[in-house]
């Protein structure tokens, strides 16, 4: 069942991938980097793209944002969990645009889908955690610490049955 989770966000978030649209620069000017969602909504919603490795590059620099807003909000923060949510409705934005780049180009997404597939599985316990409406711990490395009884690892069938259709919902609307 944690495969099949697994999976369907790192497919979901692939699916997603958008470019940053970092196109070489004079090394006088620096590159603008994205930080926050907001920053990568200005930067890229209405973005054309030029080809395969625009589109990569700039899929690497949305995980990157994703992941340190992940850990923000684990950490507490109550702006980053809001736009952990509002991720979903961005990546959906790009999703024709990764599927034509992904047919164009399929070799180069096998290997960025390698690349990123355990860091994502990293992140899907993160995201559990976060998303946990019975969740008992306010801290997520109590939550996580080996041997919990709470933990996912824990999680009957039925439970990650019932957690992954959540998540699969969540993603898909």
């Not at 973005?47 to 700039?58: G, H, L, N, S, T």
């Not at 684990?74 to 934005?93: P, Q, R, S, T």
């Not at 034509?100 to 960025?112: L, M």
């Amino acid at each position: 069942m944690k495969n099949t989770l697994v999976l369907l966000l790192a497919g979901i978030l692939t699916l997603s991938l958008f470019s940053c649209g970092e196109s070489k620069k004079s090394d006088d000017k620096k590159e603008n980097k994205c930080e926050t969602l907001e920053d990568l909504e200005d930067k890229y919603i209405g973005k054309d793209f030029k080809d395969c490795d625009e589109f990569i590059k700039a899929a690497e620099e949305m995980l990157k944002v994703y992941y340190i807003t992940i850990d923000k909000a684990v950490d507490g923060d109550k702006e980053a969990e809001l736009d952990v949510n509002e991720f979903n409705d961005f990546f959906l934005y790009f999703q024709n645009t990764a599927e034509e780049f992904e047919s164009k180009c399929p070799e180069q997404f096998d290997i960025f889908y390698n690349k990123h597939y355990t860091k994502t599985d990293e992140y899907i316990d993160k995201l559990i955690w976060l998303k946990s409406d019975e969740n008992e711990y306010e801290d997520y490395e109590l939550y996580n610490m080996p041997g919990s009884t709470e933990g996912i690892y824990d999680m009957s069938d039925e439970d990650w049955i019932e957690t992954e259709g959540e998540l699969e919902e969540e993603l898909l609307h």
